[in-house]
């Protein structure tokens, strides 16, 4: 935010949490000559950096926030086991998939319409949206795909994309 703007809004800039994000990515630029500052407080920036819940990187971006849905997910799934999300023993599939749909997607696709994903960085989801409905149904991992999601009348992780 410019000085001038934040003078006249009365708004302060903590210099502690704020940072630089370098969007032009010419491989010649020199960290520790960009002279920024915030008021007297020097600013450099980052090799990345997270914006509404986005990493925003120099390099592999795309990867490393797929990384970081996956697990987010990982987790939620974990945490709801308890509740019998699991396949073998546990609720009827169908409610176990109402419940992934509306607890665990949410949280797997979060910024994901907006970053220009190639084929083998949706493989990644994809193999980690069939494996899941695979176990929550109980079905061996040699299962055809496509009775996968039939079964439960699930979309494809490319549908919920395009969906949101």
């Known amino acids: 935010m410019h000085a001038l703007c934040c003078n006249s809004s009365r708004q302060t800039v903590n ?13 010649n ?3 520790s000559d960009l002279n920024w ?6 600013v450099y920036p980052p090799e990345d950096t997270t914006h509404l819940g986005l990493i925003r990187a120099e390099l ?3 990867n490393l926030n797929i990384d970081v849905r996956i697990s987010i997910a990982r987790r939620t799934l974990y945490f709801l086991m308890n509740t019998g999300l699991h396949g073998t ?3 009827n ?24 994903l190639n084929q083998s960085q949706l493989d990644i989801m994809i193999r980690f949206h069939t494996k899941t409905l695979r176990n929550s149904q109980s079905l061996p991992t040699r299962t055809a795909t496509g009775s ?12 919920e994309i395009h969906k949101r």
């Open 15 to 27: 210099p502690t949490k704020t940072k630089a994000i370098i969007l032009n990515k010419q491989k």
């Open 148 to 159: 996968v999601f039939m079964l439960l009348g699930a979309l494809t992780i490319e549908a």
């Open 60 to 62: 592999k971006e795309n």
């Open 37 to 42: 500052t915030v008021g007297n407080t020097p």
């Open 93 to 116: 599939p169908q409610t176990s998939y109402k419940i992934y749909q509306s607890d665990v997607i949410p949280r797997l696709l979060y910024g994901m319409e907006i970053l220009p």
């Open 29 to 31: 630029i020199n960290r």
């Open 89 to 91: 023993n546990g609720l």
